[in-house]
C-alpha cells in the first residue's frame, strides 16, 4: 500500500502563508500526477491543485489560482503547496494524492493519508 505523509500545517492568521509537504515513495512520485486535495468541516473533500509528472503541466481549482502554488522535487520525493493570503474559508484539512483524471474531474488514486490540518483565523 502506498504510504502519503502530509505536513506543514497549523494555525494562521488570515494573510498569511504557510507551505505544505507531502512525502511519496519514489516509484509513486516519478510516475505520476500528484495533487492536493482539501475537506472541510462538514464537507465533501475537493480538489486543490495537481501537477504533472515533469512538473510542465498545472491545474488549480478556481477558489485558489493566483493565491496557491504546487510544486515537486523529484530528488526528494516530495509535492508541496505554498498557500499565500490565506482566507478563513481555506480552512480544512489538506491530502496529497497520485491523480487520475475521469469524468473531467481529478480523482486521487491511492488511499488518503492522515492529511495536514490548516486552520486560518479571521
Known amino acids: 500500500q502506498v504510504q502519503l505523509v502530509e505536513s506543514g500545517g497549523g494555525l494562521v492568521q488570515a494573510g498569511g502563508s504557510l507551505r505544505l509537504s507531502c512525502a511519496a515513495p519514489a516509484r509513486t512520485f516519478s510516475n505520476y500526477r500528484m495533487g492536493w486535495f482539501r475537506q472541510a468541516p462538514g464537507k465533501e473533500r475537493e480538489f486543490v491543485a495537481a501537477?504533472?509528472?515533469?512538473?510542465?503541466?498545472?491545474n488549480y481549482a478556481d477558489f485558489v489560482k493566483g493565491r496557491f502554488t504546487i510544486s515537486r522535487d523529484s530528488a526528494k520525493n516530495t509535492l508541496y503547496l505554498r498557500m499565500n493570503s490565506l482566507k478563513p474559508e481555506d480552512t480544512a484539512v489538506y491530502y496529497c494524492n497520485a491523480i487520475e483524471t475521469g469524468a473531467g474531474s481529478f480523482q486521487g488514486i491511492y488511499d488518503w493519508g492522515k492529511g495536514t490540518l490548516v486552520t486560518v483565523s479571521s
Open positions: 501537477i504533472s509528472w515533469n512538473g510542465g503541466s498545472l
